[in-house]
Structures are given as structure tokens and as C-alpha cells.
């Protein structure tokens, strides 16, 4: 209940906003990770930096807190199965296990019958060789761990050197799957709680750039149908997972109208940051209700609206202008408080509500005029 500690794993944008909400609601927060400085310590009552290893750090966490929940999945397993035996984890060891190893994942959805791409698990050059000549059409080679952002893919087509490939790659493990002639990409964000209840925020369409999430516009603008299926996959791999809190499902939209799901993530996601805005409950406070054992929140959305990434990028002329973003009726401007910005780095995002192509294009201009005003501010310096 409100006023007891929210155990956060993890530190960067995702934590903060969840964090927030967390806040908004009258918890306390914690975070642990091995950074001391993340977006999300700014906004949390108290930071444990430290290894993810460090038994007795983690010891003094699970102290601290009442509920532990992550939010990047690239957290050692050995560290939630520990704190699993001293406070509720939500997402559980074993589902952040199958969704932070992209074998693991496949399998999984492959044997629960969900639609992937067609693919071969890679453990050696050779596996490589046979591997390209078996899909017979052009691939992207993934590593199986620590993947995020499209950092550690390499797309190949048959009859690429497999042994130049493999070293290149330069990971014990990886995934070969057929690339998907998509016409789009969609997301489905489901919440599911301690009762079983499920419950989908609507579809949303993302595209991508260099492998990052660029805009996503909600609703997507989809078939119902098609909607209405991807939201019943989100839920049903939610319950095959038995999992506790959001998952985040990327799938491909197939000319036909079919679907593949691409990959999962159990916590809040990039392409969910609209519905602080859009939605009458954002994905970060359904998040901490479904942990918490509170009741769900309603998904509806109050407005559509397109979500727009700053990437460090922007900053190439300098801060970018901000006055300018903020100026226009219905932007909501988000910035993580990262110091340093990095090409390709997420510095922070804004959405602009309004419906569809509308929205999208005014706000990929106010993005570009809000760089070009930034070099010019440059100059007159
Ligand atoms: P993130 O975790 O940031 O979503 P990631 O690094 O785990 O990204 P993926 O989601 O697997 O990577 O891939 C990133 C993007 O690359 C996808 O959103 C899609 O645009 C493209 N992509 C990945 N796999 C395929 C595929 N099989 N066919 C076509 N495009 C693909
Ligand atoms: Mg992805």
C-alpha cells in the first residue's frame, strides 16, 4: 500500500518515470544499481550503488523495500533469485531468465505457439554456414544476451563468409532470423496483475532508425482486427509467462495482415512513454499498481498522440530549443537529466497529442526546427 518502498533494479529513464509514478502515489522508492548517478536516483528517496553481486548490498536493499521490480532486463538472474527469497519480485527471476536471452525467448514463444520469425540458434561459425543456407533468404544474426537498440545484430544474406561473420560478432551465443518484408511495427503493452487479470493498452505504431525506436504514433492506425489479435497475443504470452506487472510485446505487421512477434520486454517501454499523456493510466503507474497488488488502471485513451525520441544526436549544435518545443499547445517535453549527450544515446523524448499522419509530421518538424534553432542560438553566441 502507499507509503511502503518500491525496490527499483536499475537506474536510467524508464526507472525515473517510474519512479515518478511511484512517487505520485505516495511510495517511497529505492533504487539499486551499479551506477550512483542514473536519471532515476534524482527522483528516488535512496540509491544503492553496487554490484549486481554484491550479496551483501542487495541484502541491505531487500531491507529497505517491500516490493522489488526491474526496469532493463539485463540483471543477473543469481541477484532476483536472492532477493526473490527475501521480498516479491515482479517481474520473477524465471521470467526475466527467458526474456533476457534471446534463445530462450524464441523457444519459448515458438513452443507456446506464438508467431516468430523463422530462425536457427547459433553457437559456432559452422552453425552460421548452415544456419544461412537453411533460411535461404536474407537474415539478421543477434546475439543472444545483452542486446538493446539494435547493438549487436548483423543482417547477412546466403552466401556471406559465416566465419567472418561469427568473429565479427564476436558473442558465444546468438539467434539467425529471417528478415520480415514488414509493412509496420506495432507494440502492445499488458499489464497483468496478482488476480490473472489482464489488461492491453491500445496498439501502437513504431518506427525505427539505425535499429533505435524514432516515433510511435497511438492508436496505431491498424485494422481493429489485427489490433484486437495483437492484444490477445500480449495477453496470452502475459499468462504463459504467469507474469506480474507490464510486458511489452514488438511484433511485425505482415502485408496479409498477419503477425510476428518480434521480441519481449517485461517492464515499461520506449514506445509506452505517450501514455503519460494519451492514456487515462500511463504504463509506468500501471506498472506500480500491478506489483502492488492495487487494481488495474483504465487503458483508454483520453487523446491520441505521437511520441517523438531525443536522441543525443540533436545535440551536435549544441542544447537544442527547448523554448521553441515548449511553445507549442499539446507538446509534453521530457528530459531524463543525462549530462552527457551521445550519438544514439536517449537524452529524453516529447509527445504531441493529435491524430495520426497530422500529428507525426508537425511533430518530426518541431524535432528538426528545435535542432536548427539550437545551432542558430550557436552562432549568434
Ligand atoms: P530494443 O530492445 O531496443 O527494442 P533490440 O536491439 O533488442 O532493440 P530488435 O527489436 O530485435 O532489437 O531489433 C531492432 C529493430 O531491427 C526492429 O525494431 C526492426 O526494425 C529491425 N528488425 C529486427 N529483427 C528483424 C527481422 N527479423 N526482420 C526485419 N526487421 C527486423
Ligand atoms: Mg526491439
Redesign the pocket.
Known amino acids: 500500500m502507499p507509503g511502503t518502498t518500491i525496490g527499483i533494479l536499475g537506474s536510467g529513464q524508464l526507472g525515473r518515470m517510474t519512479a515518478m509514478a511511484a512517487k505520485s502515489l505516495g511510495y517511497r522508492v529505492a533504487i539499486f544499481d551499479e551506477a550512483s548517478d542514473g536519471p532515476a536516483s534524482s527522483c528516488a528517496d535512496l540509491t544503492i550503488a553496487a554490484s549486481f553481486e554484491d550479496i551483501e548490498k542487495l541484502e541491505d536493499f531487500a531491507a529497505q523495500v517491500d516490493v522489488v521490480t526491474i526496469e532493463f532486463e539485463n540483471i543477473p538472474v543469481s541477484a532476483l533469485e536472492y532477493l526473490e527469497r527475501r521480498r516479491p519480485v515482479h517481474p520473477s527471476a524465471s521470467v526475466v531468465r527467458t526474456c533476457q536471452d ?1 534463445v530462450l525467448e524464441k523457444n519459448f514463444l515458438l513452443t507456446n505457439g506464438f508467431p516468430v ?1 523463422p530462425f536457427r540458434v547459433i553457437n559456432s561459425a559452422e552453425d552460421l554456414a548452415v544456419g544461412l543456407s537453411e533460411l535461404a533468404a536474407p ?2 544474426l ?1 546475439t543472444a544476451a545483452l ?7 548483423m543482417p547477412l544474406v546466403p552466401g556471406d563468409d559465416a566465419s567472418k561473420a561469427w568473429s565479427k560478432l564476436a558473442s558465444p551465443r546468438a539467434v539467425l ?6 509493412v509496420s ?1 506495432v507494440s502492445v503493452i499488458c499489464a497483468r496483475a496478482s488476480s490473472g487479470e489482464t489488461i492491453c493498452f491500445p496498439v501502437q505504431e ?1 518506427v ?1 532508425v539505425s ?3 524514432d516515433v510511435t504514433t497511438a492508436p496505431a492506425q491498424i485494422d481493429s482486427g489485427v489490433a484486437a489479435e495483437a492484444q490477445r497475443i500480449a495477453s496470452a504470452i502475459a499468462e504463459r509467462l504467469g507474469l506480474i506487472g507490464l510486458i511489452t510485446v ?1 511484433l ?1 505487421l505482415l502485408p496479409d495482415g498477419g503477425l510476428v512477434v ?2 519481449l ?1 517485461p517492464r515499461p517501454h ?1 514506445s509506452g512513454h505517450h501514455t503519460l499523456e494519451t492514456a487515462m493510466t500511463s504504463q509506468f503507474a500501471q506498472h506500480v499498481r500491478a506489483i502492488c497488488g492495487l487494481p488495474l488502471g483504465s487503458v483508454k485513451l483520453r487523446s491520441p498522440g505521437v511520441m517523438v525520441n531525443l536522441l543525443g544526436d540533436l545535440w551536435h549544435g549544441g542544447e537544442p530549443d527547448w523554448k521553441l518545443l515548449l511553445r507549442e499547445p499539446g507538446l509534453f517535453l521530457h528530459l531524463y537529466g543525462k549530462r552527457v549527450a551521445k550519438a544514439g544515446r536517449k537524452m529524453g523524448h516529447f509527445t504531441l497529442l493529435g491524430i495520426g499522419e497530422v500529428a507525426r509530421s508537425r511533430a518530426l518538424q518541431l524535432r528538426h526546427e528545435a535542432d536548427i534553432g539550437s545551432r542558430q542560438t550557436n552562432i549568434e553566441r
Not at 542486446?147 to 545484430?153: F, I, L, P, S, W
Not at 532470423?177 to 514488414?182: D, L, S, V
Open positions: 534471446r520469425a537474415s539478421i543477434k542486446g538493446y537498440d539494435g547493438k549487436g545484430q532470423e529471417k528478415r520480415i518484408p514488414f511495427e513504431n525505427h535499429g533505435i525506436l514488438e511485425f518480434n521480441e520486454a520506449n
